[in-house]
């Protein structure tokens, strides 16, 4: 069982930045896929970013070019750097691991709020 804690949420204007960060509380190197999802008021929990652990990223056309998925694996923590941020990017966002070679396994923090006003 992965416990994955989330912090560096909160209130910013737009056009600002913030730096989410995800620690596990176990070593993430085996971890095949580290992610960030968000969930807006009254709308499904979307993927933002995912990044594995042989160093591949992706991340969804409304984010691409202002967020940033990094992973210290020394420091068992992931972090999403948020940059220009938009009031449509305010959220609830969430941190998932995900092991899937092999038998197949899924973690979630407990989400950090992020609110951009206008």
């Known amino acids: 069982q992965v416990q994955l804690v989330e912090s560096g949420g909160g209130l910013v204007q737009a056009g600002g930045s913030l730096r989410l960060s995800c620690a596990a509380s176990e070593s993430i190197f085996s971890i095949n896929r580290m992610a960030w999802y968000r969930q807006a008021p009254g709308k499904q929990r979307e993927l933002v970013a995912h990044?594995?652990?042989?160093?591949?990223?992706n991340y969804a056309g409304s984010v691409k070019g202002r967020f940033t998925i990094s992973r210290d694996n020394a420091k068992n923590t992931v972090y999403l750097q948020m940059n220009s941020l938009k009031p449509e990017d305010t959220a609830v966002y969430y941190c998932?691991?995900?092991?899937?070679?092999?038998?197949?396994?899924?973690?979630w923090g407990q989400g950090t709020q992020v609110t951009v006003s206008s």
């Open positions: 998932n691991a995900a092991f899937t070679s092999g038998s197949f396994r899924s973690y």
């Open positions: 990044r594995t652990n042989d160093g591949l990223s």
